[in-house]
């Protein structure tokens, strides 16, 4: 297996969260999207995660309207919702102190989707903002199920985000022993 840190790295630095698309994704991207994500590392390998993919114009629509409050960008692309499975997340403890690793597990897989649709040309925005009651309105059978845990729009960027700063290294680390 041949590694190119190089082009790694310009990925990481590249990457912005996209708020103005020219197109949604398609439904083939965002199966891409996924079948690298799914490779993202989970506690006990237990993959508390499902999706669902919405391409359906009006949905998309549904869900910016009275789910996520109405932002615009939501509707001009495809949506990729991550949830999590409580029967699962309740699987997913640390032995040491019970805590559940269930979130930190689909924060990964999310992380993944991210940079698995920009390695596809596709930008993302991460949105945590949501009304969950208002999801199980539109999807019911997920209710008592799952858990809505991030919403990802996904498309084709219409805008070039500036970078935001960023700490140095020597800001992040603590200590070196």
Do not use: H
């Not at 615009?72 to 991550?82: G, N, R, W, Y």
């Not at 499975?85 to 924060?107: H, L, M």
């Amino acid at each position: 297996m041949e590694f190119n840190s190089a082009a790694l790295r310009k990925l990481f630095e590249s990457r912005r969260s996209i708020r103005k698309y020219k197109r949604a994704a398609t439904l083939e991207e965002l199966r891409k999207i996924v079948e690298l994500a799914r490779l993202a590392p989970s506690a006990k390998n237990m993959q508390p995660w499902k999706v669902s993919l919405v391409t359906d114009p009006d949905l998309r629509v549904k869900i910016r309207d009275e789910v996520c409050r109405g932002r615009e960008f939501i509707a001009q692309a495809s949506l990729i919702l991550i949830w999590t499975e409580p029967a699962i997340a309740y699987k997913s403890w640390r032995a040491v102190d019970g805590d559940n690793t269930a979130d930190v597990d689909a924060a990964i897989f999310t992380t993944y989707a991210i940079l698995a649709a920009k390695s596809l040309g596709l930008g993302s925005c991460w949105i945590a903002a949501f009304d969950e009651d208002k999801i199980f309105d539109i999807f019911p059978d997920k209710k008592r199920k799952y858990r809505l845990f991030a919403i990802l729009t996904v498309g084709e960027p219409a805008e070039e985000p500036v970078p935001r700063g960023r700490k140095s290294v020597d800001e992040i680390i603590l200590e070196e022993r």
